[in-house]
């Protein structure tokens, strides 16, 4: 089975601070993603990498920033966190195969901004 | 563009009821298609998807899907639900680059 694992499950940082949320997947995925879920707006995708080194924006990418150095490891950066980043953030990982894949997601971080 | 849109925010079902969340989507070639869920404190899980082929697809959990092209249709069934399926759905459609657009979600509440 394919295992995304996030950091952190719970998160509470202040406004300002620079915030890292990492995600490690351990089936050799070419893509990776990070979405937000808000109550009543569903899922929204902040970032996207097709390969190590590569980045897209998704739909909500301002106030956030993204690193993929390894293939495993993509990680969500807050460049200076704000209240309305407060926010369920979900990492998923998917087959890079030039088809459509099936996302295979980590359990969430559930961030607080204060 | 691509969409995805699932009319009903909340569904209550009996404990031992037949269950159906409807899902609707917007895509102008042949869509992939997945139903997801997720329980509270979780990620999402998948529980069935649609490529090709037969129309109805069956998933984990007992849950089963029908695709319906003339409809724009994906709807998910089970006949008859637990507790434990008590949770949020999501519909989603595959679309361009590899990305998955998700509708906002069924949340699923269960009557003993």
Request: hydrophobic fraction near 35%; charged fraction near 25%; aromatic fraction near 12%.
């Amino acid at each position: 089975d394919v295992k995304v694992t996030q950091s952190s499950r719970y998160l509470v940082k202040r406004t300002g601070e620079k915030v890292f949320l990492e995600c490690v997947q351990d089936m050799d995925h070419e893509n990776m993603f990070w979405y937000r879920q808000d109550p009543g707006l569903g899922l929204r995708l902040i970032y996207f990498s097709y390969d190590v080194k590569m980045k897209e924006k998704g739909d909500i990418p301002e106030g956030y920033s993204v690193s993929r150095e390894k293939k495993e490891r993509f990680s969500l950066i807050l460049e200076s966190a704000s209240t309305n980043q407060t926010s369920m953030y979900l990492c998923a990982s998917s087959l890079g195969s030039g088809g459509i894949q099936p996302q295979h997601f980590g359990d969430g971080t559930r961030l607080s901004i204060l | 563009a691509q969409s995805v849109t699932q009319p009903d925010i909340h569904i209550t079902v009996s404990e031992g009821a037949s269950l159906e969340l409807r899902c609707n989507y917007s895509y102008g070639a042949t869509p992939y298609l997945f139903w997801y869920v997720q329980s509270p404190g979780q990620g999402l899980q998948l529980l069935l998807k649609y490529f090709s082929g037969d129309t109805l697809v069956q998933g984990i959990k007992g849950f089963e899907a029908e695709f319906k092209r003339s409809q724009s249709s994906f709807n998910l069934r089970k006949p008859s639900v637990h507790w434990s399926d008590a949770a949020e759905y999501f519909c989603a459609v595959g679309a361009r680059d590899d990305k998955i657009i998700f509708g906002k979600g069924t949340r699923l509440h269960i009557l003993p």
